[in-house]
């Protein structure tokens, strides 16, 4: 048991002389500039202003709201159909069935207008 208890002690030992023989890393020389940087910007955003407020609070609900009623308005537009557009669809129809059925029951395949 006192045997096994000395190995750690050893271990722990030789583990904390290899934390004085690491060598230190320097960092690149701009660094310090950067992070300071970083720091600053970090503080410029949590600030409060009324511009961020108004952005927040104001623009980007109303900006959302238009969307939505716009949209409303852009598929009620879109399928929105008025007697005329049913009319001339049918008007399509009888004519595409009248020009297969003259093809169907005519002899001359290449008969033209």
């Known amino acids: 048991m006192n045997d096994r208890k000395q190995k750690i ?11 004085n023989e690491i060598e230190t890393i320097e960092p690149g020389p701009y660094f310090y500039a950067k992070l300071l940087s970083k720091i600053k910007n970090l503080q410029k955003k949590t600030r409060f202003s009324m511009r961020n407020f108004f952005q927040t609070v104001v623009l980007r609900p109303a900006f959302l709201v238009f969307l939505v009623i716009l949209n409303i308005f852009s598929a009620s537009f879109m399928f929105q159909e008025t007697e005329n557009q049913s009319q001339i669809r049918e008007k399509y129809k009888i004519e595409m069935a009248s020009e297969f059925s003259l093809m169907s029951n005519s002899s001359n395949l290449f008969l033209t207008y």
């Open 9 to 19: 002690e050893e271990n722990v030992e030789r583990t904390l002389q290899l934390f």
